[in-house]
């Protein structure tokens, strides 16, 4: 899979950025999951297939939201994945997370196919209790990719050889993304 710029590398962590924001994804992240009881933070409106849900995390004096979709793959419906679209708390980056299942094939990374052309990897960058995290900083590239696109195909590898599919709709992402505060 060839690797583009905006796929090819994590977001860089910055020590003591943004923890409440940081709070309230991985609450979302791992509430959005499917096969979840109940799930906390307002759905403030749905834009296609995409959800903008919104929380006030514990310590944080603002809201914070996030464009999300959750899917569960074709052929096994245990493993599920979330998407998470954000622009962060300064409005200086946009960030895509992905919540994988455990047990997958963290050197692999998450690949990423839009309309069927392979657009990259992204590496993991930690494992939660529900799900690994794969996250990349989206620049004006991807974002124009993924408004034009079709569809979307995120792939895990439980093993080398072993490649998951799951589909995501970009149904109502730009509406979605244009709506974020």
Known sequence: MGLSKSMARPATRQPNRLPALT???????LLALPGLAHAQ????SVHGDWQIRCDTPPGAQTE??????????????????????LKTA?????????????????????????????????????CLPNGCVAEVVMDDK??????????????????????????????GLGEGYDKLP
């Open 90 to 126: 300064d409005q200086k980056s946009r960030l895509m997370r992905v919540v994988a299942p455990l047990g997958v094939l963290l050197p692999s990374g998450l690949g990423l196919k839009l309309d069927n052309q392979d657009v990259g990897r992204a590496g993991f960058v930690r």
């Open 142 to 171: 991807l974002l124009g990719q993924l408004r034009s696109a079709k569809t979307a195909t995120f792939i895990i590898f439980e093993t080398p050889e072993e490649g998951i599919g799951f589909p995501l709709s970009l149904n």
């Open 64 to 85: 914070q939201c996030a464009l999300i979709q959750s899917v569960v793959a074709e052929d096994r419906s245990n493993a599920g994945l979330t998407v998470i679209v």
């Open 23 to 29: 709070a309230l994804l991985v609450a979302l992240a």
């Open 41 to 44: 933070g307002a759905v403030r």
